[in-house]
């Protein structure tokens, strides 16, 4: 399968800071990345939608303003959690998607936020 | 909206004992489901894509099936290395790529 790319494993910073997280796709080139939040015990929450060169589709509840993508290239998606409370504190996961509609999605490793 | 419920929330097999994840499903226009396995701390693995009912695949001791309602994850002697959280998710006729993800079952597979 396909090989995406996820940076840093995890982060812990302090409280008001602003975190930055990077999704590549290693192998291929991803028109799509997607954004999600996965508390514990739950599934996986789709925070925004981005494809390249546009701006980010956020759903419905998800300050864009305080968490910043960025998809810049086909290779790399950038997640900014800006001025983070420790209410952020989460798992944060990307996945990348081939062009074409019927493909599947792959998933980074993703990023353990800590805000102390 | 799209909606995916899976059962059981979680089951334990003995090893070697075989069973069945269910992922039920409802979708305005089905493009694509889709099953994925989930180790704790790290991003989902994808296993299995299917598009149209009747549709089967295998992997190993793993094996997909999807009618029009649901999609059943069949495992076959199962090992403990099996063990982890399996997700379902589904993609609608939409404009929209995004996948919407069940809950998933968690597996655990004791020696």
């Known amino acids: 399968g396909a090989v995406v790319s996820q940076h840093p494993s995890w982060v812990i910073c302090k409280s008001g800071t602003s975190v930055k997280i990077e999704c590549r796709s290693l192998?291929?080139?991803?028109?799509?990345m997607f954004w999600y939040r996965q508390f514990p015990k739950q599934s996986l929450m789709l925070m925004a939608t981005?494809?390249?060169?546009?701006?980010?589709?956020?759903e419905q509840g998800v300050e864009k303003d305080k968490f910043l993508i960025n998809h810049a290239s086909l290779t790399l998606s950038t997640l900014t959690v800006t001025s983070a409370h420790p209410e952020d504190s989460s798992f944060y996961i990307c996945?990348?998607?081939?062009?074409?509609?019927?493909?599947?999605?792959?998933f980074g490793q993703g990023t353990r936020l800590t805000v102390v | 909206e799209d909606q995916v419920t899976q059962s059981p929330e979680a089951l334990r097999l003995q090893e070697g004992e075989s069973s069945s994840l269910n992922c039920s499903y409802t979708?305005?226009?089905?493009?694509?489901l889709f099953w994925y396995r989930q180790d704790p701390g790290k991003g989902p693995e994808f296993l299995f894509t299917?598009?149209?009912a009747g549709e089967e695949k295998e992997k190993e001791r793993l094996k997909a099936t999807l009618t029009k309602k649901e999609s059943f994850l069949h495992i076959t002697a199962p090992k403990p290395e099996d063990s982890a959280t399996y997700l379902c998710?589904?993609?609608?006729?939409?404009?929209?790529?995004?996948?919407?993800f069940g809950k998933g079952t968690k597996l655990t597979v004791n020696p």
């Open positions: 996945s990348a998607k081939f062009a074409g509609p019927y493909t599947e999605a792959f």
């Open positions: 981005s494809n390249e060169g546009s701006k980010a589709t956020y």
């Open positions: 192998d291929f080139q991803a028109t799509t």
């Open positions: 299917l598009y149209s």
């Open positions: 998710a589904v993609q609608g006729q939409g404009g929209s790529e995004k996948l919407v």
């Open positions: 979708v305005s226009g089905l493009r694509g």
